[in-house]
């Protein structure tokens, strides 16, 4: 199977890459995530091996901030299962999990942060997920020429 690419958001204030690259062997499973789409995209189709820009929401200003690569597959979120968790869901149990979530790695933090007006304005962008009106969701896929615009760009600004 080729390749894939996605966005994963996180809120720097809740897990920044920088967090990410403290962490141990700069990996993490990427949990919390209860959101009926999003999780069909973690627990299906996110893979081995697969490219993960590392997007900062509610920032000032939002930008994809680096990249990381899926590490582990799909697996069920066993947050959902602790009492007192944040991520807690009592309606979910472990025979028939709900929420799923996938491991990362860090792979790279990009010198210049790259904003949301700045990615505006590149062509290879304008059908981006990431960028559409009303996008909001938490796990996307990006192609694999966004892929390449993005590492792009961040080459020019670093």
């Not at 962490?23 to 299906?44: F, H, I, P, S």
């Not at 091996?49 to 069920?76: C, E, M, Q, R």
Request: glycine share 4%; hydrophobic share 35%; aromatic share 8%.
């Amino acid at each position: 199977m080729p390749r894939r690419y996605w966005l994963l958001k996180s809120e720097p204030s809740v897990f920044s890459i920088h967090d990410l690259s403290k962490a141990k062997d700069q990996t993490t499973c990427w949990e919390g995530v209860r959101n009926y789409q999003a999780r069909n995209l973690l627990r299906d189709e996110l893979q081995v091996g697969d490219g993960v820009l590392f997007h900062h929401s509610n920032a000032k200003p939002p930008h994809i901030a680096g990249t990381a690569v899926v590490v582990k597959a799909g697996y069920p979120d066993s947050y959902a299962w602790k009492k007192g968790h944040k991520y807690c869901d009592p309606k979910t149990d472990k025979t028939t999990p709900t929420w799923f979530m996938v491991d990362v790695r860090l792979q790279r933090i990009f010198d210049s942060p790259l904003p949301l007006d700045l990615l505006k304005t590149i062509p290879a962008l304008a059908n981006m997920m990431l960028l559409q009106r009303g996008s909001r969701l938490s796990v996307q896929p990006v192609t694999s020429r966004e892929w390449r615009a993005v590492l792009k760009l961040a080459d020019k600004t670093s």
